[in-house]
C-alpha cells in the first residue's frame, strides 16, 4: 500500500511540474496606454484614477500587476480566465472603442455593482486587501461616474 501512495505522489508531482510548463501570454500593454484609454477619453482626477488602478485594472484593463503566484499553475490558468472574462464585460484601456451609449450602459452598470459592493469580486479582494473600497472611495467614484454620465447625456 504504501509503494502504490508513493507512486501516486510522484505521479502527481510530475503533473504538477509538467503544468508549469504551460505559461499563457501576460496581459500587459507594457507602459503603453492608448488614445482610446478611459484616462485619454475623460479626464480622471489622481485620486480615482488611483482607485481605478487598485480595484478594477487588474481584471478590467490590458495591464495585470501580476503578484508571484500567477507564476504557479494552476492559480495562472485561472487568473487569465478571470482577467479574460473581465475584459469581456468592460475594458477600460478599449473604452474609446465603445459607442457613447455603450459607454453609458457600462457607467450605469458600474455604479449600481459599486453600490451593490459586487465589485471587485470577493475572490479577488481576499487576496487583494487593497482593492477593497472603503466608503469614501465609492462616493469618490460615483461621483466622477456620475460627472461623467451627465456629460454623455449631454452629448447625446
Known amino acids: 500500500m504504501k509503494r ?12 504538477f511540474l509538467l503544468m508549469q510548463l504551460y505559461q499563457p501570454a501576460r496581459n ?4 503603453q496606454v492608448l488614445p482610446i484609454h478611459i484616462s485619454r477619453v ?14 478594477c485594472y487588474d481584471c ?26 473581465g475584459k469581456e464585460n468592460l475594458n477600460f484601456s478599449q473604452w474609446g472603442n465603445y459607442s457613447k451609449r455603450k459607454q453609458e450602459n457600462k457607467l ?8 451593490a459592493n459586487e465589485m471587485p469580486l470577493p475572490s479577488y479582494t481576499l487576496i487583494h486587501k487593497n482593492a ?12 466622477w461616474i456620475e460627472k461623467v454620465s451627465d456629460s454623455l447625456s449631454k452629448i447625446n
Do not use: C
Request: overall charge positive.
Open 4 to 15: 502504490f501512495i508513493r507512486k501516486i505522489l510522484f505521479i502527481g508531482l510530475i503533473i
Open 28 to 31: 500587459s500593454d507594457y507602459g
Open 42 to 55: 475623460y479626464p480622471i482626477p489622481k485620486n480615482v484614477q488611483t482607485i481605478l488602478q487598485t480595484s
Open 60 to 85: 478590467h484593463s490590458n495591464n495585470t500587476q501580476y503578484p508571484w503566484y500567477s507564476y504557479i499553475q494552476p492559480a495562472r490558468t485561472f487568473m487569465e480566465g478571470h482577467i479574460k472574462e
Open 108 to 115: 450605469d452598470r458600474i455604479l449600481k455593482q459599486i453600490k
Open 132 to 143: 477593497v473600497l472603503t466608503a469614501v472611495q465609492k462616493e469618490k467614484l460615483i461621483s
